[in-house]
């Protein structure tokens, strides 16, 4: 880890510490996770190679980009680097919110809930080179952790889906997933509650939890047991998201939010809504602004550097 200068500590979890970290070859910031494998069980170890194996193929502007994997046999330490969220968790801009008992901006809320539906598009729909023939083959994955916890925010409050610590790639699109549930229990689906099934359709439900929790500033389903917060969840009734929120998000938040999987949209019906479709195509058009004037700078600078070097062979 020599080439990165340490920083502060950003946070803790049972896997070890988050640092923030400058890379000294070109001073960027970075955020680093460092793990302690001694402290590991053999599952949590295989959790951790499937994390980071599902992470290095994701590649998309909305989701916490993986930069390296450095292993350090003689401390017994895994770290992994990637890209450093200035702007912190949602749940953290949640809990402010209601702290000060000011709602967030429905126009916020869109542009997050935009920039989800297009981070769960690359998990559910996405294509992947296949390892061994360079094929391209659809690489379903799913998130099954999808919180408020998870949604991190760069320093240009681009959104950032994080923690693939629980997802699982599904080889057969058309396969539901049977197994126990690990996630928060708050966003649980009600058919996971019943049935123990997971497939698309259930990180659809918890966006749909995430969005009614920017609005209400608390989750569609609360409860003091677990028993009680099964049950609420089993039977689907939400509140009408507070007054201030137009009726179309209300439509939407419902729609995610149906008990029955098969009638939730999934991420490309939630793409064909106008409203996000709106905002899609304009940060699609933003970032390709932003390509184009990142390039065109570096031409100049390279250019400056080339007339430089010329006037100081002349003098
Ligand atoms: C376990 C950790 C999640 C939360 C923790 F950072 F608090 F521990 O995992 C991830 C962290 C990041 C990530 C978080 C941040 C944060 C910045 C701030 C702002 N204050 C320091 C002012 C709060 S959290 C910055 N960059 C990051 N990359 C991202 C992903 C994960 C994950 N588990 O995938």
Redesign the pocket.
Known sequence: MDGYEALES????SFGL?R?VRRKADGKIL?R?EIDYRKMSTKEKEQLVAEVNILKDLKHPNI?EFLERVIDREHSFIYIL????????LA?VIKRHKERSIPIPEEFVWGIMTQLVLALHECHCGIAKNGDSNELTPRPILHRDLKP??V?LDAKKNV?L????LSRSLTNPQMAFAQTYVGTPFYMSPELISESVYDVKSDIWSLGCVVFEMCALEPPFLADTQAALSLKIKMGRIQMLPAQYSQELNMVVRAMLQVNPKRRPTTTDLLANPRIKNISVQLELKRKYVKQWTTWTKSLRDYQEWIKFLLSTFS
């Open positions: 950003i946070g803790s979890g988050i923030k955020a996770k916490v990637m890209e450093y969220c200035e702007g912190g968790d953290a916890d998870n991190f950032k994080g923690d693939f610590g």
